[in-house]
């Protein structure tokens, strides 16, 4: 197989698996995952020592974004959720000792 066939080709197996992740189909991460085998036998057959290393890594993105896609992970705060239980203050009213919170700034008045 020539290097203009293998380029055709790796360029196609690219840019399928691409479109389909961007159409959020996990099929494009398992397409661009198995182009990495691809691109290893033409690293090895051309003796490219570069595209054998980044096979690797792409390879490794691949596999994180497709688990990623297979496995999602929850959200941390879902809508409908019980809010913590606010914490009672030990400070009285009028008091002059400033609170830590985490909501926006407020100004205490006595």
Known sequence: ???????WLLMAVGVTGFYLAG????????????????WLAYSLVTEQWGFLASCFVYGAVYIRNLRAWLHPTPPANIQGDPAPAPVPS????GSSVVRS???PVRCLSA
């Not at 197989?1 to 380029?7: C, F, K, P, R, Y």
């Not at 996990?26 to 397409?31: D, F, P, R, S, V």
Request: aromatic share 14%; proline share 3%.
């Open 90 to 93: 030990p400070v009285g009213r």
């Open 101 to 103: 919170h985490s909501g």
């Open 1 to 7: 197989m020539n290097h203009q066939l293998w380029s």
């Open 23 to 38: 159409k959020r189909s996990w099929i494009g991460w398992a397409i661009g995952l198995a182009g990495q085998f691809l």
